[in-house]
Structure formats: structure tokens, C-alpha cells
């Protein structure tokens, strides 16, 4: 099992920054991807960024050169720096664990933090 909290939310002013938090806890040895997703009203929930366990990145196009994710292994926590804030950011950002166990997949949620941006 493994367990996550998001902080970090807020409201902003577009062309601001947030970093958002996740503390991950529980088995995080099997975890092979962390990823950030969010979700507008009314909206399909999309991913925002994602990291392997080998280092790799990748970023949805809308979000690419404003949006980091990078991880703490030694604080258990990992983090989405937010810059240049547009209204269409706004959403509930969840973070997103993959973990594979005896050759089974498992995805693990947090409960989600909401970022407003307003114009």
C-alpha cells in the first residue's frame, strides 16, 4: 500500500507561481512512477507530469517549459513548481503513485488540492 497527501493549493493571479506538494508513504519501494494529474469541472482528468524511475520526464504540451516535477526520495516527497499561471490551469491537482508488485500493477491517489487561477 501506499499512501499520498497533496498540499500546496491556492489561489493566484495569472503569471504566478505555486509548487505543489505530495508526502508519499507506506511500500514506496515498489513504486516505479510518480505523476501529477488534474482535473477541471467538467473536464476528463489529465495527466500533467509524470516521473519514472529511471530519471525520465515527461510533461503535457500545455504545461511544458512552466511546469517541474522533481522528487525528494530522502524527505518521501515529491513536488509540481507551477510558473507563469494561466486561468486554465485551475483544477484539482492529484498526485498519482504506479507501483508494481509481484509482476501487478497498483495506482495509488491522493485526495487532491485545488489550484484557482484567477485573471
Known amino acids: 500500500q501506499v499512501q499520498l497527501v497533496e498540499s500546496g493549493g491556492g489561489l493566484v493571479q495569472a503569471g504566478g507561481s505555486l509548487r505543489l506538494s505530495c508526502a508519499v508513504s507506506g511500500r514506496r519501494s515498489s513504486i516505479t512512477a510518480m505523476a501529477w494529474y488534474r482535473q477541471a469541472p467538467g473536464k476528463q482528468r489529465e495527466l500533467v507530469a509524470l516521473?519514472?524511475?529511471?530519471?525520465?520526464?515527461v510533461y503535457a504540451d500545455a504545461v511544458k517549459g512552466r511546469f517541474t516535477i522533481s522528487e525528494d526520495n530522502a524527505k518521501n516527497m515529491v513536488y509540481l513548481q507551477m510558473n507563469n499561471l494561466k486561468p486554465e490551469d485551475t483544477g484539482v491537482y492529484l498526485c498519482?503513485?504506479?507501483?508494481?508488485?509481484?509482476?501487478?500493477?497498483?495506482?495509488?491517489w491522493g485526495q487532491g488540492t485545488q489550484v484557482t487561477v484567477s485573471s
Open positions: 516521473a519514472g524511475s529511471v530519471g525520465n520526464t
Open positions: 498519482k503513485a504506479s507501483a508494481v508488485r509481484f509482476g501487478i500493477l497498483s495506482e495509488y
